[in-house]
């Protein structure tokens, strides 16, 4: 949480050479691809056992939030080339994992709702764990579009990426087809009662009229993924124009309007391209004798715990989600000297934002002071998120 401050205040420089000297990139991409095969295998068995009655969620949602806060800081430090070279083998176990990511905000889009609205509970209160699931739920749409970002960073590095990395990108996921299908639904967008909004900065804003034109900075990172994966020779000359693939392809020329070339001059290029394919045969792929390496870090977690997966459910709720009262204050006390909020604020650069809208705040709720809101309002709509956190931030609170 330090180094995303430390990052978000400009100072990433020092952050990725530290991460670099130190060789924590592959340690991050193996923590990211352990925690979301916790939350897939795990976490939903843990949600069905009778005897899961946690005295607090809090440690599981630290646990579903560890994975936003890596693919945070992979996408801060991404950008970087020799971050991309620094992840070696690890860089085709996060192009899977982005690939899953991507395919979920594909699903998300063609729901037709948006990705943060949970669906009305059949019950009026909805339980601990029923908040837990529907808090992972909304995660995991901002998850997604931090490792489109992510995504994009890599093709940035296209002509130096391993020849076992094109191939997972355009051939065993074929990326630009995926890519052109999150265009289409656009699930970052959303019309509710005639209204257009659009997703930024981690909430859904309402898009005036003379804005609704404006290229957000999620479809930019889709354009300029496309634009390195179909326009770089190396990616060219490794992906199969198919007749399917053509015919996906040709649908972004509905898309390159004369608003969108003046936002981004660049898919020009793709515009006189995406011509020139419409009316030729391009030549078929290379075929080159490859020895494919296969994404290690998930594989090898799967075969560890094939067939465990009930067993560590129920070995976690007994020994880390049932903890006594006095444990909890044993660990809201280190949590509150690990994450001191002197030096966290010390590092933001900006005011703090409103935690519901994300409005300058001047406002803290008073009992842990975790949370700035710009109103009163605001702080009771996140009251129902926030109060797990806020009651085990305060010791003498826990009694309640």
Not at 139 to 148: G, P, T, W
């Amino acid at each position: 949480m330090h180094a995303i401050l430390s990052a978000a205040a400009g100072r990433e420089q020092p952050l990725t050479e530290l991460l670099l000297s130190h060789g924590k990139i592959p340690v991050l991409i193996g923590e990211l691809i352990t925690v979301e095969l916790w939350k897939h295998k795990v976490f939903p068995v843990l949600c069905r056992l009778e005897d899961f009655k946690p005295v607090s969620t809090f440690p599981i949602y630290v646990v579903l939030h560890h994975e936003a806060s890596i693919i945070n800081l992979l996408e801060t430090v991404f950008f970087y080339k020799e971050v991309c070279e620094a992840a070696e083998d690890g860089v085709l176990d996060l192009i899977d994992y982005c690939h899953r990511k991507l395919t979920l905000l594909v699903a998300r889009g063609a729901s037709g709702r948006p990705a943060t609205q949970t669906p009305p509970a059949a019950l009026p209160g909805p339980s601990s764990v029923q908040e837990l699931q529907e808090q992972a739920e909304t995660m995991e749409f901002e998850i997604s579009l931090k490792a489109l970002s992510v995504l994009r960073f890599i093709t940035d590095q296209a002509a130096s990426l391993p020849l076992s990395a094109l191939t997972r990108l355009l051939n065993t996921h074929n990326v630009p087809c995926l890519l052109v299908e999150l265009l289409e639904r656009c699930p970052w967008s959303c019309r509710e009662a005639g209204v257009l909004k659009k997703f930024e900065n981690g909430a859904w804003h309402v898009v005036p009229p003379e804005d609704q034109l404006k290229m957000t900075k999620l479809d930019g990172q889709v354009w300029l993924a496309l634009y390195n994966l179909l326009l770089s020779p190396e990616c060219r000359r490794k992906y199969h124009f198919d007749g399917f693939n053509k015919s996906q392809l040709l649908k972004l020329r509905a898309f390159l309007t004369d608003v969108l070339l003046d936002q981004l001059p660049n898919l020009v290029e793709m515009q006189r391209f995406l011509s020139h394919l419409a009316v030729s045969e391009p030549a078929p792929p290379k075929k080159d004798l490859v020895l494919e390496q296969v994404p290690a870090i998930r594989e090898h977690l799967l075969q560890k715990n094939a067939g465990k997966w009930e067993a560590i459910a129920k070995h976690q709720v007994k020994h880390m989600f049932s903890p006594t009262m006095e444990e909890l204050r044993v660990q809201a006390h280190r949590w509150a000297q690990t994450y001191s909020l002197d030096m966290m604020e010390a590092l933001v650069p900006d005011k703090p934002r409103c935690r519901t809208c994300g409005a300058e705040a001047a406002k803290r709720c008073s009992r842990c002071r975790n949370e700035w809101y710009c109103s009163r309002p605001c702080q009771l709509q996140h009251w129902h998120k926030h109060k797990a956190a806020c009651k085990l931030l305060v010791p003498g609170d826990l009694r309640g």
